[in-house]
């Protein structure tokens, strides 16, 4: 008894120092401290991350059937802008962690500033775009008439403000990268705390503010994050992180951004092609009515807020990783990945045995209706089947984009999920008429292929070569 409750003790004190973000050394010592020490902030920032559509979805509910699905539509087309952020973060993760493994803590700085540079520049296009086509961007995605016509205004705010997301996932690699996994956190919960309160407000109305519907959501989402990156910039001028942005690195260096962008297309490319099947999936599910789209979106955001923690465990594998071999330590950068995907799985195994038990009960928190909730509760069953392979394949994808070997996942990817994942759910859904069970068998398949496929080609140890 008293052993149980000093390793309690312990953990608690550990947690206390791992949120705090007081340890930042993680190329030596303990590596089952060093991944408990990361993981905690970067599991927290995942959770933050994920907390936004949940929020959204939960006030947008009590609009409708096609106010969720708009949320899903949209939120199927941001998986592109999600994709290129986090290639691009990736990509900076991977060359900051390595720079600070070797002791260049300027130099990462002066990483930092071009990933923003980058960042602005990618978001002014992608803004351009949302503002102009937001009801062709829902019609190609399959919506109807009406929901078009009620649901554009989110999409258009979304899409337009979508540099609030960049910066946000870009900031917070330089973050991650440093080691600095709790000031990432401190920045997401900062932000998810304003969205929460401002959520109500503009969807509903509150005093001189007008009830803007489902727009509201979006308005309110845009400006928590963009108070998060004024936050993030803050940190970064003002010093209160390892890394800090003087005036003098507020220049372009196009060597730095080459690189960048060299070591960040894999990352772009992986999750593009990952993120583009998401909405081809989407859009084979708007073939079965706005009911049956509508539980699978809450689903699939309900399984995003557990694989945040579980990405968040792997991108505390990038960042060891990423220091370790900076450091001139690949066998410590290899034990760390074995190690953080043990711990992933557990927590994986537990999650889905929650989800395979209480299914039908989480859906009937964002929706009361009847076909909503059984495909909602079937589709959570189905996915969640698969997560202890997810588990292990996200480590070990995130361990690779951590080395700077963003173009093996890429591959991996590329087959795992356009030339396997989208012609089974075509033809599982609709030729086979198996229906919506044909999406949620796909995705399964997939992500168990990704993770077999993925320790094959990590065990050939390749990654530890690569230079960033």
């Known amino acids: 008894m008293a052993q149980n409750k000093h390793i309690i003790n312990r953990l608690f004190s550990y947690f206390k120092i791992a949120v705090a973000g ?7 010592g303990s590596i089952r401290r060093a991944i408990f020490m990361l993981s905690v902030p970067m599991v927290l920032e995942m959770m933050m991350e994920s907390i936004f559509f949940l929020v959204d979805a939960y006030f947008v509910s009590s609009l409708g059937a096609n106010a969720i699905a708009t949320v899903g539509l949209t ?3 941001l998986t592109l802008v999600y994709a290129v952020a986090i290639g691009l ?32 520049i990618v978001a002014m296009i992608i803004s351009l775009i949302g503002i102009l086509f937001p009801k062709e ?124 962008i060299k070591v960040s297309l894999g990352g772009i490319g992986q999750f593009i092609i990952g993120t583009s099947s998401w909405v081809f999936l989407m859009r084979i599910m708007a073939e079965f009515g706005s009911e049956v789209l509508a539980g699978y979106t809450i689903a699939i955001r309900v399984l995003m807020f557990t694989l945040m923690p579980s990405w968040g465990m792997s991108n505390a594998a990038a960042t060891l990783v990423g220091q370790n071999l900076g450091a001139k330590k690949p066998d410590r950068a290899e034990k760390s990945v074995w190690k953080t995907g043990k711990y992933n799985a557990w927590f994986m195994i537990a999650v889905s045995i929650f989800y395979l038990l209480f299914a039908e009960m989480i859906i009937k928190i964002f929706s009361d209706e009847a076909l909503v909730i059984e495909y909602g509760a079937l589709s959570l069953r189905v996915i969640a089947a698969g997560y ?80 960033v």
């Open 137 to 260: 961007i829902l019609g190609l995605m399959g919506a109807e008439s009406d929901l078009i016509a009620d649901g554009y205004r989110y999409t258009q705010i979304l899409l337009g403000g979508n540099v609030t997301i960049m910066l946000l996932f870009l900031i917070n690699a330089v973050f991650r990268g440093a080691g600095d996994a709790s000031v990432a956190m401190r920045v997401l919960i900062f932000s998810n705390l304003l969205n929460i309160v401002l959520d109500p407000m503009f969807i509903f109305g509150f005093g001189p503010i007008p009830a803007f519907g489902v727009q509201g959501a979006a308005i309110a989402t845009t400006i928590g994050r963009g108070s998060a990156v004024i936050f993030q910039l803050l940190i970064l001028f003002y010093g209160w992180s390892k890394i800090k942005v003087a005036l003098k690195d507020i220049v372009f260096q196009a060597t730095i951004m080459l690189n960048l």
């Open 22 to 28: 007081k340890e930042q050394e993680f190329t030596s």
């Open 75 to 77: 939120e199927s087309v």
């Open 388 to 467: 202890v392979f997810y588990a292990y394949g996200m480590v070990i994808i995130q361990s690779f984009n951590g080395a700077g070997d963003t173009l093996t996942p890429t591959i991996i990817n590329f087959f795992c999920f356009w030339v396997f994942q989208l012609p089974f759910a075509y033809l599982g859904a609709l030729v086979l008429d198996w229906g919506a069970m044909g999406v949620f068998l796909a995705i399964t398949f997939a992500e168990v292929l990704i993770a077999i496929i993925g320790i094959i080609w990590f065990r050939k140890g390749t990654w530890k070569k690569v230079q």
């Open 89 to 120: 973060s990736m990509g900076v993760t991977a060359i900051v962690a390595r720079r600070v493994g070797e002791q260049d803590i300027r130099g990462a700085s002066q990483v930092a500033v071009q990933s923003i540079f980058l960042g602005i």
